[in-house]
């Protein structure tokens, strides 16, 4: 999960895509196009909500994995998650001070911030060397950009 790359849109449609129902295309829309990701067993869906067509979310997948050359593209979704209006969600791993690797975030954690692990239960332990999902609204316009996030998903 070092590479991952992100796409917000809207869900257009869902579809099954193989006779199991374990694996579904979901076909989202943003202004750059169109955009289908297969969705599996495998892939983590953030508070496991129920994706549904209108719905805007933000699907993370690994830009090191190959992609069909089709149009639409077609890519293996990591990480799902419904987007909430003025909200962003970043995923990265953070160092010990608390700064994306890639250097596009830095997190200033509050009291207010709600810190978990990948299972829904409280994380008391320091969060930095770990890979985080993390949903904030404003940044500083510092280099690298720094906020005070909503929530932290610890994925241990």
């Not at 991952?4 to 989202?28: F, K, Y």
């Not at 639409?72 to 970043?90: C, H, K, L, T, W």
């Not at 001070?97 to 829904?120: C, F």
């Not at 770990?130 to 996030?149: A, D, F, G, K, W």
């Amino acid at each position: 999960m070092e590479n991952l790359n992100a796409i917000t849109g809207t869900v257009q449609r869902i579809q099954p895509i193989s006779e199991d129902c374990c694996r579904q295309m979901i076909t989202i829309q943003n202004a750059e196009g169109v955009h289908n990701f297969i969705i599996s067993p495998e892939t983590y869906v953030i508070d496991m909500i129920r994706i549904r067509p209108g719905m805007t979310v933000t699907v993370f997948y690994d830009a090191n994995l190959p992609v069909p050359l089709i149009y639409p593209p077609q890519y293996q979704a990591v990480i799902i998650g419904r987007n909430i209006p003025n909200e962003n969600i970043f995923v990265g791993y953070f160092d010990e001070n608390l700064t994306a690797v890639d250097e596009q975030l830095k997190l200033n954690i509050s009291r207010g911030t709600e810190i978990i692990t990948s299972n829904g239960q409280q994380y008391m332990c320091p969060v930095g060397q770990n890979m985080l999902i993390v949903y904030y609204t404003i940044t500083t316009r510092s280099i690298p950009p720094q906020t005070t996030p909503r929530k932290i998903i610890v994925m241990c």
